[in-house]
């Protein structure tokens, strides 16, 4: 069946630093991948979305590009802040009709000052 | 803007209780969804729902019920509910197309004890 793997449980940086968190997933279907961000306290977020027309996303500084071959959609951005700690997850539609997605296990970042 | 509502926030029930989690939607979208977090394992799908009366069975469904009485609420019933079932439930709703993937709006979750 489709999954999504997130190794990384946790990530903890300090301003500026460079942030990548790794994502790979399964599938037999053409994917729709995601990156949805979770503050405390809040429900998750749409962070960006990339479809196999467009390849990557951006939104607020991150970028995130989808490669086929080695199926990978991996999460970067140049120079995190303290506000950008959360937990981010990688989420996986496929198949028709746009209904039903599977979220990774997540990556809590912290960022300190 | 998009707008999920979701009641009670907190929620402690002893096992073999009886709890109803509401969720109210105003985004006009035709899908909602029920999902669980635990450490470790992100989102759960439980249940979803396209349409008032509508239901279909997700990843995660044993102990679960629900039901969707209308467009903009979809509740989920724990009937005799178990200490496995403590954890923190979203509801999220979406809008469709066979074109593809759309954001899904989450809730503010509610926090379910079972004791």
């Known amino acids: 069946g489709d999954s999504v793997t997130q190794m990384q449980g946790q990530v903890t940086l300090s301003e500026d630093d460079f942030l990548f968190i790794n994502c790979t997933y399964s599938?037999?279907?053409?994917?729709?991948l995601f990156w949805y961000v979770q503050y405390p306290g809040e429900g998750p977020q749409l962070l960006l979305k990339?479809?196999?027309?467009?390849n990557k996303g951006i939104s607020r500084g991150f970028e995130a590009t989808y490669d086929k071959r080695t199926t990978s959609f991996h999460l970067q951005k140049a120079s995190v802040q303290e506000s950008d700690s959360a937990v981010y997850y990688c989420v996986l539609g496929t198949g028709t009709g746009g209904y039903k997605v599977v979220f990774g296990s997540g990556t809590r970042l912290l960022v300190s000052p | 803007e998009a707008a999920v509502t979701q009641s009670p926030r907190n929620k402690v029930t002893v096992t073999g209780g009886n709890v109803t989690l509401s969720c109210r939607q105003t985004n006009s979208h035709n899908y909602m969804y029920w999902y669980r977090q635990d450490t470790g394992h992100g989102l759960r799908l439980i249940h979803y729902?396209?349409?008032?009366?509508?239901?279909q069975i997700g990843d995660v469904p044993d102990g679960y019920k629900a039901t969707r009485t209308t467009q903009e609420d979809f509740f989920l019933l724990l009937e005799l509910a178990s200490p496995s079932q403590t954890s923190l439930y979203f509801c999220?709703?979406?809008?469709?197309?066979?074109?593809?993937?759309?954001?899904?709006?989450f809730g503010p979750g509610t926090r379910l004890t079972v004791l």
């Open positions: 999220a709703s979406s809008d469709v197309s066979d074109r593809g993937f759309y954001e899904q709006y």
């Open positions: 729902s396209y349409g008032a009366g509508n239901l």
């Open positions: 599938t037999t279907w053409y994917p729709t």
């Open positions: 990339v479809t196999t027309a467009n």
